[in-house]
């Protein structure tokens, strides 16, 4: 949400998340999208608990993709 807190910084999204040993990318600059990849390992709940926290705290919008029993189960 590049007009939310954390302005369109992709970077400050991925900050949000490095703890967790996620993998990603951005699309550009312009248009701060950001995609993860989520280990098999990783901590399911915490990683939900924060994308749902951040997008009802307006950092961003999240869209799940690509999702395992494993993930929609956290």
Avoid: N
């Avoid at 701060?32 to 307006?58: E, N």
């Amino acid at each position: 949400m590049p007009g939310g807190p954390l302005g369109p910084s992709a970077q400050a999204a991925h900050e949000q998340f490095a703890r967790f040993g996620l993998g990603g990318e951005s699309f550009s600059a312009k248009l701060p999208l950001v995609a993860f990849t989520v280990p098999a390992d990783a901590d399911l709940r915490q990683i939900k608990a924060l994308l749902t926290r951040g997008q009802a705290d307006g950092w961003w919008h999240f869209e799940e993709s690509c999702v395992t029993d494993a993930w929609r189960s956290a």
